[in-house]
Antibody, heavy 116, light 108 residues
Framework: QVQLVQSGAEVKKPGASVRVSCEAS????????IHWVRQAPGQGLEWMGW????????DIAQKFQGRVSMTSDTSISTAYMELSSLTSDDTAVYYC?????????WGQGTLVTVSS | EIVLTQSPGTLSLSPGERATLSCRAS???????LAWFQQKPGQPPRVLIY???SRATGIPDRFSGSGSGTDFTLTISRLEPEDFAVFYC?????????FGQGTRLEIK
């Protein structure tokens, strides 16, 4: 079955960077974009962007441009999202997700806490 | 950017009742590329509806979606106890993709 397994929780200081990984299984990794969505505590969902594992192309929301890097390694079916210049406003659960033809699959989420 | 506005913010109903949730877009959603997600505490979202009215794999037929252009609706025909959660609409036809702010469906 399709699974997206994310890396574990992170605690970072303001100004630092964080990299979250998302390992895919159960389907052909190159066939679907991987999306990144975040959710601040008690708040709604915020789309950050996607990466095409096939081409490496990305579409990143303007809010995050210059601060987010989305990459993938097809040899290990893993996508990465790196967010730099962290502030307390970046404290959130970060999800990777795959929109398939008739469904959607999500990772379990990675809590990133930014605190001095 | 397409802004999605969901209403009501909170909906209080009893099991067995019918729920109607609204999602209004600030401009027309391309190709009715509108999905509905359900999220329970501590869990990732689960897709219910895609392309405005198509049920996702494994979703019970008490969930239905309708609408086009700028106005969309999620209907739950008869609420089951496990349906109470937060619901989000999501447009994926234009970049940036956007989510509504959510509707909380609570037990009355």
């Amino acid at each position: 079955q399709v699974q997206l397994v994310q890396s574990g929780a992170e605690v970072k200081k303001p100004g630092a960077s964080v990299r979250v990984s998302c390992e895919a299984s159960g389907y052909s990794f190159k066939d679907s974009y991987i999306h990144w969505v975040r959710q601040a505590p008690g708040q709604g969902l915020e789309w950050m962007g996607w990466i095409s594992p096939d081409t490496g192309g990305t579409d990143i929301a303007q809010k995050f441009q210059g601060r987010v890097s989305m990459t993938s390694d097809t040899s290990i079916s893993t996508a990465y999202m790196e967010l730099s210049s962290l502030t307390s406003d970046d404290t959130a659960v970060y999800y990777c997700a795959r929109w398939a033809a008739t469904s959607a699959y999500w990772g379990q989420g990675t809590l990133v806490t930014v605190s001095s | 950017e397409i802004v999605l506005t969901q209403s009501p913010g909170t909906l209080s109903l009893s099991p067995g009742e019918r729920a109607t949730l609204s999602c209004r877009a600030s401009q027309s959603v391309v190709s009715n590329s509108l999905a509905w997600f359900q999220q329970k505490p501590g869990q990732p979202p689960r897709v219910l509806i895609y392309a405005a009215s198509s049920r996702a794999t494994g979703i019970p037929d008490r969930f239905s979606g309708s609408g086009s252009g700028t106005d969309f609706t999620l209907t739950i025909s008869r609420l089951e106890p496990e349906d109470f959660a937060v619901f989000y609409c999501h447009q994926y036809g234009s970049s940036p993709q956007t989510f509504g702010q959510g509707t909380r469906l609570e037990i009355k």
